[in-house]
């Protein structure tokens, strides 16, 4: 109990209104993360940010590869862009290379119906226009009931649990956090379908420092730098 009302009043007091997540981040142009797997780094994920009055453009690439005795057993890389005006996602594409397997997903906000047309790869469904596309850096999802993935475009329900405030340092840097743990409402998802991964977000700023998740070992992504 005292958890979840702590988690009400962050959502209340701390976190501002998912209707102007765009001004939040209107001093970030570049947000710069390193890939960590089982504490060995394997790649990165960047974010550019672009603007034109109301609108928003959010580039992302993610290009990560394990390897063992010098051969590459997986390779994954993504292209993303988001598509903003007066705060609503209007348009999403990703490309994804999994160890050359080929998935493309699109997003697109029907303004007739008022909701967000996905089709591509492995959905073709629609969704109510609040639910956000899981990309992490917009807080705004930890407010949302569900997520839509970046990479399948499918929706994922949600719970979100406040962990706590906490102190954490990135690349010898020490920031204000406030810790999220992310879990599939839906218990009965295969594990690999399954959501379970705790986000930290700076509590003054609201940029997303780190997320933290097991699969086959303990994956991380920890913030390196912005600007």
């Known amino acids: 109990m005292k958890k979840n009302f702590l988690s009400i009043i962050l959502f209340l007091f701390l976190i501002p209104s998912a209707i102007s997540h765009n001004e939040h981040y209107k001093n970030i142009n570049f947000l710069e993360y390193e890939l960590f797997r089982n504490n060995d780094p394997i790649g990165f994920h960047n974010y550019k940010f672009e603007r034109n009055g109301e609108n928003l453009k959010v580039s992302s690439i993610i290009d990560f590869k394990i390897t063992k005795l010098g051969i590459d057993l997986y390779k994954y890389y993504v292209e993303s862009t988001e598509e903003y ?52 850096w917009n807080h705004e999802i930890i407010q949302a009931k569900a997520q839509l993935s970046g990479i399948s475009g499918r929706i994922i329900e949600q719970t979100v649990t406040f962990i706590g405030k906490e102190e954490i340092t990135l690349f010898d840097k020490t920031y204000n956090a406030l810790h999220f743990n992310f879990k599939s409402s839906d218990e009965t998802l295969p594990e690999n379908k399954r959501l379970n991964t705790d986000i930290w977000y700076e509590e003054e700023t609201n940029i997303w420092l780190k997320a933290s998740f097991d699969k086959t070992g303990h994956w991380e992504y920890r913030l390196k730098s912005y600007k």
Request: aromatic share 14%; charged share 35%; glycine share 4%.
């Open 85 to 136: 005006k007066s705060d609503q996602l209007i348009k999403y594409y990703a490309y994804t290379d999994q160890n050359k397997k080929i998935k493309k997903t699109y997003i697109d906000y029907n303004k007739e119906k008022d909701v967000l047309v996905v089709s591509g790869t492995e959905n073709q469904l629609e969704s109510p226009k609040e639910y956000p596309v899981g990309t992490w």
